[in-house]
């Protein structure tokens, strides 16, 4: 079974703060591991994804994470927050084998203060 | 250009109605997805089809139904018997599986 855990409903930072957002995954699988980002009413948008290969993992908007399997963590950094920032972050794990379908995460609204 | 697309954006139902949300993609696309989305909870998946007239229930299966008679198109119909409707539901599609999905841009249901 698999299953993601996003620390902290609501994370609020400055202008030019350092960004991260935390998720935590199990699996019994080799996972693959996703970030989506939503603007209100609209759909999820694809951030960067994790299947296989370097653990670094750069995607849009200068976002990155960082699988790390000792720690089931596929944390979301930016080190410098934009007002346009402002968002819903869903972080989701899917794995070989389990017939395509990711199982998100409860979702991390980021504040951006001017 | 290749996306999904949702319609419509904004549907009301009355107490005891079925309605249909469209869900169509030109990405050629085996699977689709419908999930349901509400405040706090995430997104939970509803049904799921890897291939044409073939289709799987989720985890909130209860009181929808859908249909995957073409690879383009995947609606989902709620019915009368789903006793709380409103919400934002949407739809996704990917080939190969596991590598991300494409979503459309939702349908936010209300109930009238």
């Known amino acids: 079974a698999q299953s993601v855990t996003q620390l902290g409903s609501h994370v609020s930072v400055s202008e030019g703060a350092l960004v991260l957002l935390r998720c935590n995954y199990s699996s019994s699988v080799p996972p693959y591991l996703f970030w989506y980002v939503q603007y209100p009413n609209q759909g999820l948008q694809l951030l960067l994804k994790y299947t296989t290969g370097a653990t670094l993992v750069k995607g849009i908007n200068g976002f990155e994470a960082e699988f790390k399997k000792s720690e089931t963590s596929f944390h979301l950094t930016k080190p410098s927050a934009h007002m346009s920032d402002a968002a819903e972050y869903f972080c989701a794990v899917g794995g070989s084998g389990n017939t395509g379908k990711l199982i998100f995460g409860q979702g991390t609204t980021l504040q951006v203060k001017p | 250009d290749g996306g999904i697309t949702q319609s419509p954006k904004y549907l009301f139902r009355k107490e005891g109605q079925n309605v249909t949300l469209s869900c169509e993609q030109n990405?050629?696309?085996?699977?689709m997805y419908w999930y349901r989305q509400d405040p706090g909870q995430g997104l939970r998946l509803i049904y799921y089809?890897?291939?044409?007239?073939?289709?799987q229930k989720g985890d909130i299966a209860e009181g929808y139904s859908v249909s995957r008679e073409k690879k383009e198109s995947f609606p989902l119909t709620v019915t009368s018997a789903q006793k709380n409707p409103t919400a934002f539901y949407l739809c996704a599609s990917s080939i190969p599986a596991n590598y991300g999905y494409t979503f459309g841009s939702g349908t936010r249901l209300t109930v009238v």
């Open positions: 089809s890897q291939i044409v007239n073939d289709f």
């Open positions: 990405l050629n696309h085996d699977a």
